[in-house]
């Protein structure tokens, strides 16, 4: 794909290529993002961060990672704090921040939102989730954390067991990665769910017309034996049409440490696109765990910093500049690979 200028809406969009590409360029952002060393290449530049929907890493790592290329940030964290709750539409609101801003990342609640304010957009605008559709930073930063975890226990993305747990109906990070994932060969996946929060059709549909195994579950001890990672996830609550009906869900899939001995191989992968439900009525990821070396938590919360870096790099086509005039920073900054 090219990315100079391109809207980022869809993992549709990338080949294996442009994964590559993503990941390459992320790997250069290491040093700026465990801040050893500065750089100013988007000095001048303006985000625009426009979340019309909860979020704190999405929201809070686009920014800072518009920051650390040296850019600035100007943000709008809900709908009733914006002229959308005076009735202004998509198509406005996207001809008056484009005006202000030289890229755009936007999260609301209705699927095809960023879509719609993108094709108003004179600048181009990043999708941080629209709805249960898709989340497509999440899944590039989930992918590669998948291949760094791996990486180190000397396996490719291809030829993977990944089980998916929890509510994959409405999981849109869940409905990227799947895309995502479909691109690589001959993985063994097994979808853990209630069957009323089952992956969609669409998707299982999908991954086993490129060849992947699907199996499909409601057990959590039998599911999760044998995979190499575990990813799971929040019941959506906000997506359901009441409270009560997300609470029925809630709590049936947890994962602990005793469940993890009992079922899975020792070094199997723990991740999670956050928030996890830590609530006691949920806690579907225990706190039992936060001492498992497997559990890959919050190295894909750091991972968010260096895709979204590269995104923006790559997007405005700073790339090759990056490093021009790069200096050490001048503060303390912990030990050295502390942050990542
Ligand atoms: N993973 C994720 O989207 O988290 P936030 O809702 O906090 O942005």
Redesign the pocket.
């Known amino acids: 794909m090219k990315f100079s200028g391109s809207h980022i809406l869809t993992v549709d969009q990338f080949t294996r290529e442009d994964i590559d590409t993503v990941f390459a360029v992320a790997d250069q952002m290491r040093p700026y993002a465990e801040r050893r060393r500065i750089t100013r290449v988007l000095e001048g530049a303006i985000l625009g961060n426009m979340f019309f929907e ?6 809070v790592s686009f920014g800072c990672a518009f920051n650390l290329l040296g850019g600035e940030v100007r943000e709008t964290t809900e709908v009733r704090a914006s002229a959308i709750a005076k009735g202004e539409s998509f198509y406005d609101t996207a001809r008056v921040l484009s005006g202000y801003s030289d890229i755009i990342v936007m999260r609301h609640q209705i699927e095809g939102s960023v879509a719609e304010f993108a094709d108003a957009s004179r600048k181009p605008v990043i999708n941080g ?1 629209d709805g249960a559709n898709e ?1 497509p930073s ?1 899944a590039l930063l989930d992918l590669y954390t998948i291949r760094s975890e791996m990486e180190s226990k000397g396996k490719p993305i291809d030829n993977l067991r990944i089980a998916l747990i929890g509510d994959l109906r409405y999981g849109r ?1 869940v409905h990227s990665l799947c895309k995502l994932l479909g691109l690589f060969d001959n993985l063994y996946m097994t979808l853990i769910s209630p069957s009323e929060l089952a992956l969609p059709e669409e998707y299982t549909d999908a991954l086993r017309a490129q060849g992947h195994t699907v199996r499909i579950s409601d057990n959590l001890h039998n599911g999760i034996q044998g995979a190499d990672i575990l990813y799971c996830t929040r019941t959506q609550e906000e997506r359901f049409p009441t409270p009560e009906e997300a609470n029925r869900y809630r709590g049936l899939f947890r994962l602990n440490q005793a469940i993890y001995t009992e079922h899975c191989e020792p070094n199997t992968v723990i991740m999670h ?3 996890r439900d830590s609530r006691t009525e949920a806690s579907e990821l225990d706190n039992d765990l936060n001492d498992n070396p497997n559990l890959a938590i919050f190295r894909q919360t750091d991972n968010g910093l260096l895709i979204r870096m590269a995104l923006f790099a790559l997007i405005l086509d700073v790339v090759d500049r990056v490093h021009d005039s790069a200096r050490d920073v001048g503060w303390y900054t912990g030990p050295p690979g502390q942050l990542l």
Request: no cysteine; hydrophobic share 15%.
């Open positions: 909860p979020s704190t890493r999405t929201r989730g989340h999440q990070a696109p956050l928030p």
